[in-house]
């Protein structure tokens, strides 16, 4: 998923999609997670696409693992519904850009942060670049000239997939082992070459806390130009 709607939360996905309920899977007594995804992550990608290749993964998980998942994800286009399936325990585990996820942990206790890893690296940085020669404009001024970093932004994640912490807890331990070994099978690695990425990895809460306190001071800045009646 990229931030802000490409692919890195997307991944998480692919523990949680699909028809796990085989009679060939082994036995659990553990109730059918329940997955949703922000539309956002998937911007670039073809739903039914996805949405096939994640359900060869997802039997293979199933068979292999037992982990129990409900037959389809729902994908939210509108995150205040996302919010509503929340908070009315209709989601076990959720995956969105990072901004929009720190909202939806405000519906529901969430817990195991996970995103994806892309060169090595599971975040990015961003800069705000101006013309060296005469001030700047707009955007497109800027192609075929001379640029200066204006500012940079810390290392960001662009997006990030949870569970709730009322997932009992042999699932979560399961989950957990799926997301970190997805390479280990054919279905898994042509997975992450679909999503363009290396590994898919856990996040600590220290490695989200940069992002976190960005989008915390951007939200404080866009309020503070809306009640000014300025853009920010």
């Known amino acids: 998923m990229r931030f ?16 796990v309920a085989r009679a060939d899977g082994p036995a659990t007594n553990s109730p059918p997670l329940r997955f949703g995804v922000s539309a956002r992550t998937m911007v670039d990608l ?13 039997q293979t998980v199933a068979r292999e693992r037992g982990i129990p998942f409900a037959d389809e ?16 325990g209709e989601i076990d585990i959720a995956s969105a850009p990072s901004d929009e996820f720190l909202i939806l942990e405000q519906a529901a ?10 060169g090595g690296r599971i975040t990015e940085e961003y800069v705000v ?9 707009r955007l497109e001024d800027l192609r ?18 949870a569970y709730r912490t009322s997932v009992g807890a042999d699932a979560a331990k399961k989950f957990r082992e799926a997301a970190l070994n997805l390479g280990e099978t054919p279905a898994g690695r042509q997975l992450l070459i679909i999503f363009q990425a290396d590994a898919f990895v856990e996040v600590t809460e ?7 306190a960005f989008l915390a001071a951007h939200a404080r800045l866009m309020a503070s130009s809306a009640g000014k009646g300025v853009a920010p």
């Open 144 to 161: 075929g000239t001379r640029l200066l970093v204006l500012a940079a932004s810390p290392a960001l994640i662009p997006g990030v997939g």
């Open 109 to 118: 206790p969430l817990a195991g942060l996970y995103s994806t890893q892309v």
């Open 129 to 137: 670049l101006v013309k060296t020669d005469r001030p700047w404009q």
């Open 4 to 19: 802000g709607g490409v692919n890195a939360a997307l991944v998480l996905a692919v523990l949680a999609l699909g028809q």
């Open 73 to 88: 994800p729902r994908i939210f286009d509108r995150t205040e519904d996302f919010v509503a399936a929340l908070k009315m």
């Open 206 to 212: 220290a490695d989200f806390a940069p992002t976190r």
């Open 46 to 58: 073809n739903r039914n696409d996805v949405t096939a290749a994640l359900k060869v993964w997802m």
